[in-house]
């Protein structure tokens, strides 16, 4: 059964500023990962439709995996887990 995995985060003001453009670029790469191209049959990033509805966050990840146990998979693969790391943490402020 498939497994829809949503993400929000607030990007930094910083980055919406200075750098944005490029930010989203970064995390389009997350499709190039193997563990993405083996678990993932939907990717899409982006801002939220509804401001009012947000509550503050301003940008979010939405995934659709094959099952639950590729969600698992992906949750626990180590390129994941840096891709996180360097394209995603140091640009926000929550989640």
Known sequence: MPCVHIVLVKVKDQVLRNGYEEFKARLETLRDLQVTKDEVTQLH???????????????????VFRNREGLERYKEDNDHKDFSKMNLLPNVEGM
């Open 45 to 63: 990033w982006g801002p939220p439709i509804w401001d009012t509805r947000s509550q503050g966050f301003n940008y979010g990840l939405y995934t």
